[in-house]
């Protein structure tokens, strides 16, 4: 065909050869957008834009992280994460120290109050938060602890708090032993506070030391010190120049240190000399962290409640196994014994039924001094466990202690970098999925292990990072060995300053309790057990506190 002048797109439509061009052209241009579409949208659209079953419902964008890209979870389970750590906040911008909750002015009232209660029957209190000037505050996010407790019975129960994000809260209890009690509630931080916590914990202010070794030319000792730090998105390594990077090939962890002056990257023999910190508070964050806002007790509603005994019974006496879920409450303290609710937990008074129930054991403790604790515990309990002199570092370890004759071996060993405050070997911090890896497991191992307190200072996805690792390691030991105990320490109360508070910590638990949810090991929840007893809370509890631990560490690992 011979186009004339009168070019018009209709005839040009009519001829068949052209008309099928132009489908084909139209069909590829489709394809072409429907596809970039799709694309940029799975790379880098925002988080508004994603379809609805991607987002958390009642979790606002701006606070919803990211699956962080080789973080391992499932869309579905980075979800679950989300809403576990989500948490009210102020609605308005505070400018203002009146303006945060007021421990003093803040009150909390029993609901319903009656002459007398059945053991086992449930209490509410309401919350009312109020700021400096007494005013009623009208959002959430204050973090609260309540209990239960008497003192002449020495006895002590922990209590839910809920926060209805208009400044109210309830508290609710469950009346576990007969006699009198009295409510107690104590505002932790103000969620003025609690912002400032978030907000530092979000922005890299902390990092650590190496320490070098090696030799100069003249074959003379030289010691170098350089700054190091995680490597993960979002913190820095301070200074400029040339960096070591020192990746574990089994985790892809990676820790990175400036390079020292003269000494070559693999002459780093010693982690963390000390904690350096950037400190970017305002005046007005250290306000609302300061001893007139943090940890008081409230003045509420003091009357006493009258528990009478009934004919029900309360908890279970299903005997422990894995997987069982965390009540609250998890159990309460009567005499300052502590009595489960999880499952029919056994009380170790003899050393005999301690040795009885190690006998033919290998335990392994990976994790903290919290667990280090635990160990130091069970070879003052077990005097037939002797403690080896392995000569290693005070607090990274590994120890060692045995009892031949019953054949128990007692294992500890620090979980991996990062870690405050020892001057420990780094080839002797191991990380707990690797030693998971390295072990075959079987009816006769114990692993115990924990990871947490020095995790607190840095973004919540690295925390996520690390126990998705431990996670995989778990799931592969049950796997080629069903008949492991596996058994996890959850975070215990303790410090409540800027660095390491209890709000971060529990954040952190949040995550450690979602991520093992479904994975048949034992949770060990030490968390209502330090929060509601009468010590002071200490991130390294008393004996008296310990002593329950172990209780429930052994009835674990043998139930009956
Ligand atoms: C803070 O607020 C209180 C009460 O609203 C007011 O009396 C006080 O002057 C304010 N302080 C500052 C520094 O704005
Ligand atoms: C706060 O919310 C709770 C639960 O929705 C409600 O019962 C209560 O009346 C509210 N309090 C105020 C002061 O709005
Ligand atoms: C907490 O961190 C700040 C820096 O943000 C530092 O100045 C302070 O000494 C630290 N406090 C504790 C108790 O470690
Ligand atoms: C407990 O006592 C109440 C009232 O005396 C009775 O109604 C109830 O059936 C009893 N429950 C049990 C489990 O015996």
Redesign the pocket.
């Known amino acids: 065909m011979i186009l004339d002048y009168n070019f018009n797109i209709w005839t040009f439509f009519h001829v068949p050869a052209y008309r099928q061009i132009i489908w084909y052209w139209i069909t590829i241009l489709t394809f072409g957008v429907f596809f970039t579409v799709m694309w940029s949208s799975y790379c880098q659209w925002p988080l508004s834009m994603l379809p609805l079953r991607h987002r958390s419902v009642f979790i606002n964008e701006t606070q919803m992280l990211k699956i962080p890209e080789d973080l391992g979870f499932s869309e579905y389970e980075w979800d679950q994460i989300q809403r576990a750590l989500h948490w009210g906040e102020p609605d308005h911008q505070i400018t203002n120290a009146t303006m945060s909750t007021s421990p003093d002015h803040s009150t909390f009232l029993i609901n319903n109050f009656k002459d007398s209660y059945y053991v086992g029957e449930e209490l509410h209190a309401t919350i009312f938060a109020r700021d400096f000037t007494g005013m ?1 505050k009208h959002y959430g996010g204050d973090f609260f602890q309540a209990k239960v407790y008497s003192d002449t019975l020495k006895a002590s129960v922990f209590g839910e708090v809920l926060d ?5 809260y309830s508290a609710r209890f469950t009346l576990p032993w007969v006699g009198k009690a009295l409510v107690a509630i104590r505002l932790i931080h103000s969620s003025e506070g609690v912002q400032v916590l978030k907000r530092i914990r979000d922005s890299s202010y902390i990092y650590y030391l190496g320490f070098f070794v090696g030799k100069n030319p003249q074959g003379a000792r030289v010691e170098e010190k350089a700054i190091c730090n995680i490597k993960w998105e979002g913190l820095v390594l301070p200074g400029e120049g040339e960096r070591c990077e020192y990746k574990d090939a089994r985790t892809g962890a990676t820790w990175h240190c400036r390079k020292p002056q003269t000494l070559p990257c693999d002459a780093l023999l010693y982690h963390n000399t000390d904690e350096l910190m950037r400190d970017i508070t305002t005046a007005l964050d250290r306000v609302f962290m300061s001893r007139q806002h943090v940890d008081h007790w409230l003045k509420g509603d003091s009357r006493q409640i009258r528990v009478i005994v009934s004919n029900s019974t309360i908890g279970t006496i299903k005997s422990c196994k894995p997987g069982m879920p965390t009540p609250t409450p998890a159990g309460f303290y009567m005499n300052n014994i502590w009595t489960s609710f999880v499952c029919a937990a056994r009380h170790f008074g003899d050393v005999n039924d301690r040795t009885q129930c190690l006998k033919d054991k290998q335990i392994y403790t990976m994790g903290d001094s919290t667990l280090r604790q635990w160990f130091e515990f069970l070879c003052g309990a077990v005097p037939t466990l002797k403690r080896m002199n392995l000569y290693s570092d005070r607090q990274v370890g590994p120890f060692m202690a045995v009892d031949v004759e019953n054949n128990i071996l007692l294992h500890h060993r620090s979980h991996g970098a990062p870690r405050c405050c020892p001057d420990g070997p780094i080839a002797a911090m191991h990380y707990i999925s690797n030693q998971i890896d390295d072990l075959a497991g079987g009816p006769h191992t114990v692993i115990v292990l924990n990871v947490l307190a020095h995790f607190t200072q840095f973004p919540v996805s690295f925390y996520a990072h690390r126990v998705y690792q431990i996670r995989r390691a778990v799931v592969a030991l049950l796997k080629r060995a069903p008949q492991t105990k596996v058994i996890i320490k959850t975070a215990n109360t303790g410090y409540k300053d800027l660095n390491r508070s209890d709000w971060l910590a529990m954040q952190l638990d949040q995550i450690l309790r979602e991520v093992f949810r479904d994975v048949g090991v034992y949770i060990l929840d030490v968390w209502q057990m330090t929060a509601c007893h009468y010590n002071a809370d200490d991130l390294h509890p008393a004996q008296v506190i310990v002593q329950n631990e172990i209780d429930i560490l052994l009835s674990f690992i043998c139930p009956n």
Not at 164 to 168: I, K, S, V
């Open positions: 009623p209805h994000q208009n400044g109210t």
